[in-house]
C-alpha cells in the first residue's frame, strides 16, 4: 500500500527561471483563448472606438475645426490614444475576476512560478491592446483619415501607444488587486480615466482652456503621447513628444509594477 | 505506515476571528481523512494552510514529509485541490482548462492533450470536453474541478466539501469517483459537513468546532465513544410518555430525548445489560409497548453529543447568516 503512495522521484526543491517563463506563455495563450471566445468583450471592445470617433468626429467636428473632415485629421491620433487606455482597463477586471472566481488559488496551488499568472494576464492583454488599435486606425481611415507622413511612422506611432499601454496596464491591475469587485474595478478605473482623458490635448488643443487647467494638461502625459502621435502621423514636431511620454511611461512603471506586484502577493 | 499529512497546533486568526486555534491532526499514507465539522468550524482555513495558499500564524504542517512553509514547493509538487475557491476557468472549455493545467505542470503538448482526455472520459464529460465551463451543471461541475486536481497524478488530495450543493445522485457519482481514486493509493483529505458523507468515505475522522480538534477516531470508535447505543421506546398509549421518561431516565442515568410531537423517546445507553431491568420496570407500570428497540449511535448524535448542537441546525443556521456566501468570501470579510 505505501509503495504506490512513495514518490518514484523526489519533487524539485526549486523552480528554474525558463520554467517561469513557459509557465507565463502558457497562461498567455490561456488569455489569448479566453478573448477569442467572449465574444462580447470582442465586439465591445471594437465598437467602442468606432462610437468615439462616429460622436467625436459628427457631433463636435464642425464647432471645434470647422468640419468634420478637418477634426478626422486632428482627433484619431488622441482617440487612438484614448481607445487603449480604456482597453488597459480590461486587465484589472480580469485579473480581479480570476482572484473572486478562485482561478489564482488553483493555480497557487500548482507548482508554477508566483508571477506567472500576472505575466501570463499581461502578456495577453496586449492582443486586446493590438485589436483597439487596428480598429481605431481602420475605422478612421474608412471615415478618411489619411496617414499624410509615411507608413513607417505611422506604425511607430503604433508603437508609442502599445508600449504605453504596457505601463499604463500596471495601474490597472493595481486597481484589480486592491478593488473588491470586478464591477468596483470598473468603476473606480473609468472615474480615474475621464480626467485624464478629457483634461488633456487628446481631444481639443489645449489653448482655450483657462489657465490652471492647461497646466493640468500640458503636464499630463497623454497630451504629450497624443502630440507625438499625430506628429508621426499627420505631420508636426515628434522628437521630445514621444521621448517625454516614455520617460513617462518608465516611470509609471517604475513605480506601479512594483506596488501591483506586492498586491498580487498579499491578495492572491 | 508514514504519515502523509500531518498538522500540530494550527493557529490562524482573520482580524478578531479566530479560525483555528490549535487544531492537529494527522492522516496515513493511502487513506481517507474526513474532517468533520459545522460551517466556520475553520475546516477550509485547515486546507487552505496544508495546501500552501495560506501561511498558519502558529503551528507546523507537512505533506508527504515536507512543509507547507518552508518547502511549499515541493509540496504543491504533491498535492491535488478541489474546493469551490481552488475553482477552474469558466470561459475556456473542459477540454482547454486541463490542457491547461497539463501545460503549467511541465507536460507536453501532446501528453497534455492525451491527460485532458482520459480524465474527461473518466469523470464522464466527453459529450461536453469542448463547451466552455460556464455551461456545465453543477454535477459536471464538481466533475470537472475534481479532474482539474489530478491532472498532475497527486499523491495527496485534498477535497474541501466536494458535494456541499449537489443533488442525492450527484453527490454518489462524486464519491465513487472518490473511491475509485482512493483504490488507486492516493492519500486523501476530505472536509464535509456531511455524518453520512464521513462515515461512507472515511478511515478516520476528525471533528472541529469552532477551530479545535474535539474528536478524533474511526467512524466506529466515535460511535462507540458517545454512549455506544440508542434505545427507542415507543409506548403504545401516548399518554404515557411522561412514564417512560421517568424510567429511562432513573435505569440509564441520562435525559431521554422526545422529539416534538413524535410518540418516541430514545434514551443514550451505556451497558445493554441494563434492558431486562427496563422491559420488567414497564411490565410492572402496565405500560404497553408498540416498539422497543436497541440500535448503534449514529454519527448524527456523535455530533451533536460532541458539540451541543445538531449538524444540521448549525447548517441551517450558518446558511441563514451567511447569506449562501462561499467559505472563501467569509474569510475575506473578516479580514
Known amino acids: 500500500m505505501t509503495t504506490a503512495t512513495v514518490p518514484a522521484l523526489s519533487p524539485a526543491r526549486h523552480l528554474s527561471p525558463l520554467t517561469g517563463v513557459r509557465n507565463s506563455l502558457t497562461l498567455t495563450w490561456r488569455s489569448v483563448l479566453k478573448i477569442r471566445t467572449n465574444s462580447e468583450d470582442l465586439i465591445g471592445l471594437s465598437l467602442q472606438p468606432i462610437m468615439f470617433l462616429l460622436l ?79 480598429v481605431t486606425v481602420g475605422f478612421g481611415m474608412i471615415l478618411g483619415f489619411r496617414v499624410t507622413t509615411n507608413p513607417l511612422a505611422a506604425i511607430g506611432a503604433c508603437l508609442l501607444v502599445l508600449a504605453f499601454a504596457l505601463a499604463m496596464c500596471w495601474i490597472s491591475a493595481l486597481i484589480g488587486m486592491v478593488v473588491k469587485s470586478p464591477q468596483g474595478v470598473q468603476t473606480f478605473g473609468f472615474t480615474a480615466m475621464f480626467p485624464i482623458v478629457f483634461a488633456s490635448g487628446l481631444l481639443v488643443p ?52 512594483p506596488l501591483a506586484v506586492r498586491a498580487y502577493r498579499r491578495r492572491a | 505506515m508514514t504519515d502523509a499529512i500531518t498538522a500540530e497546533g494550527l493557529v490562524k486568526n482573520f482580524g478578531k476571528t479566530q479560525a483555528l486555534a490549535g ?77 491547461m493545467i497539463g501545460r503549467l505542470l511541465g507536460l507536453s503538448r501532446a501528453t497534455a492533450r492525451a491527460r485532458a482526455a482520459e480524465l474527461l472520459s473518466r469523470f464522464d464529460l466527453t459529450d461536453a470536453a469542448s463547451r466552455p465551463v460556464k455551461t456545465y451543471s453543477g454535477g459536471m461541475r464538481r466533475r470537472i474541478d475534481l479532474a482539474a486536481s489530478l491532472v498532475g497524478r497527486p499523491q495527496v488530495l485534498f477535497l474541501d466539501e466536494p458535494t456541499t ?149 448549525e447548517l441551517a443556521l450558518a446558511a441563514g447568516a451567511a447569506g449562501g456566501r462561499t467559505a472563501r468570501e467569509t474569510e475575506k470579510a473578516a479580514r
Open chain 1, 56 to 134: 467625436f468626429v459628427y457631433v463636435f467636428g464642425g464647432a471645434i475645426a470647422g468640419s468634420p473632415k478637418g477634426y478626422l485629421q486632428y482627433v484619431l491620433p488622441g482617440i487612438l490614444v484614448q481607445t487603449v487606455l480604456f482597453a488597459t482597463l480590461g486587465t484589472g477586471l480580469m485579473l480581479n475576476q480570476d482572484i473572486s472566481a478562485g482561478i489564482f488559488d488553483r493555480f497557487r496551488s500548482l507548482p508554477i512560478a508566483r508571477w506567472a499568472p500576472l505575466a501570463g494576464a499581461i502578456l495577453g492583454d496586449v492582443t486586446r491592446y493590438v485589436i483597439s488599435v487596428v
Open chain 1, 206 to 257: 489645449i489653448t482655450t482652456m483657462p489657465g490652471w487647467l492647461q497646466a493640468f494638461a500640458k503636464a499630463n502625459p497623454m497630451t504629450l503621447l497624443a502630440a507625438a502621435c499625430r506628429g508621426l502621423m499627420v505631420g508636426g514636431p515628434v522628437g521630445s513628444y514621444a521621448w517625454e511620454s516614455m520617460v513617462w511611461a518608465l516611470g509609471i512603471c517604475a513605480v506601479f509594477a
Open chain 2, 23 to 99: 487544531a492537529g491532526f494527522s492522516a496515513a499514507a493511502g487513506t481517507v481523512l474526513g474532517v468533520l465539522g459545522p460551517n466556520g468550524a475553520g475546516k477550509t482555513t485547515a486546507v487552505r494552510i496544508l495546501t500552501t495558499l495560506l501561511p498558519p500564524d502558529g503551528g507546523h504542517a507537512s505533506v508527504g514529509g515536507y512543509d507547507v512553509v518552508g518547502d511549499a514547493h515541493q509540496v504543491r509538487q504533491l498535492i491535488g485541490l478541489t474546493g469551490q475557491y481552488a475553482s477552474v476557468d469558466d470561459g475556456l472549455s473542459g477540454t482547454n482548462n486541463l490542457v
Open chain 2, 165 to 313: 450543493g449537489l443533488d442525492p445522485q450527484a453527490r454518489s457519482d462524486v464519491w465513487d469517483m472518490i473511491r475509485m481514486l482512493v483504490a488507486d493509493g492516493v492519500t486523501v483529505l476530505l472536509t464535509t459537513q456531511y455524518l453520512d458523507e464521513a462515515d461512507q468515505l472515511a478511515d478516520d475522522i476528525v471533528v472541529i468546532d469552532h477551530g479545535r480538534v474535539i474528536a478524533t477516531g474511526t467512524p466506529d470508535e466515535l460511535k462507540a465513544k458517545v454512549g455506544g447505543q440508542v434505545l427507542e421506546v415507543v409506548p403504545a398509549d401516548s399518554g404515557r410518555l411522561g412514564d417512560v421518561a421517568e424510567i429511562l431516565a432513573n435505569w440509564t442515568g441520562s435525559e431521554p430525548v422526545a422529539e416534538t410531537g413524535a410518540r418516541q423517546l430514545t434514551a443514550q445507553v451505556a451497558n445493554a445489560s441494563l434492558l431486562p431491568g427496563i422491559v420488567r420496570q414497564l411490565d410492572e407500570d402496565g405500560i404497553e409497548l408498540a416498539e422497543f428497540s436497541l440500535r448503534k449511535s449514529s454519527l448524527d448524535e456523535v455530533f451533536l453529543t460532541l458539540t451541543g448542537h445538531r449538524a444540521e441546525d
